[in-house]
């Protein structure tokens, strides 16, 4: 049990490392994926007896996968608004395939879905802007996501947070529902 919080410990501190610096693309190519994300919980479902009901959007770990390849990236969201990022991505398709969300110390709950709810296309050197994410569990069936929306909303807290990333001067396009 110790092992697994000192590991749960690296993995977060790692992931919130990776956050603190400012995105940049590192090829002509490479693409980038962002988003917003939050998890409401209701009535303890998904977290069983832990209780962990409300809105959560710091510090949830979504799992990206690369549909062609079976690669998953993991990437954490990061407060105020949840807003994550995935770069150097190839083109292809992607979807999102999990969350892992720490309820408390050492106790992490994961949300999988059978096949990602929330697909998308990488295009080369672009942005993809995933929009807000509500992940909901324990609404009236079950757990359920509502479609990605609010893209201006995502593309204005990117800006805002990293204002000097060459990010920000490609060309983004909104993922659009599959």
């Known amino acids: 049990m110790k092992n697994a919080k000192v590991g749960s410990l690296i993995l977060c501190a790692s992931l919130l490392a990776g956050c603190a610096t400012i995105p940049q693309p590192r090829a002509a190519g490479g693409a980038l994926a962002v988003g917003r994300i939050s998890i409401d919980v209701r009535n303890g479902a998904a977290f069983g007896a832990l209780g962990a009901d409300g809105t959560h959007v710091a510090g949830i770990i979504v799992d990206i996968k690369n549909l062609s390849t079976g690669k998953v990236i993991r990437v954490s969201s990061s407060p105020p608004e949840g ?96």
């Open 83 to 178: 807003l994550f990022y995935a770069g150097d991505l190839q083109p292809g398709g992607y979807g999102i395939s999990g969350l892992f969300y720490e309820i408390s110390s050492g106790q992490w709950a994961y949300l999988q879905t059978a096949s990602p709810k929330i697909s998308f296309t990488v295009q080369s050197g672009k942005v993809v802007n995933l929009g807000v994410i509500r992940w909901i569990a324990g609404g009236s069936r079950g757990r359920e996501v509502e479609a990605p929306a609010r893209f201006a909303e995502v593309r204005k807290s990117f800006s805002e947070r990293y204002p000097a990333s060459a990010w920000n001067n490609r060309v983004w396009i909104a993922a659009a529902p599959q």
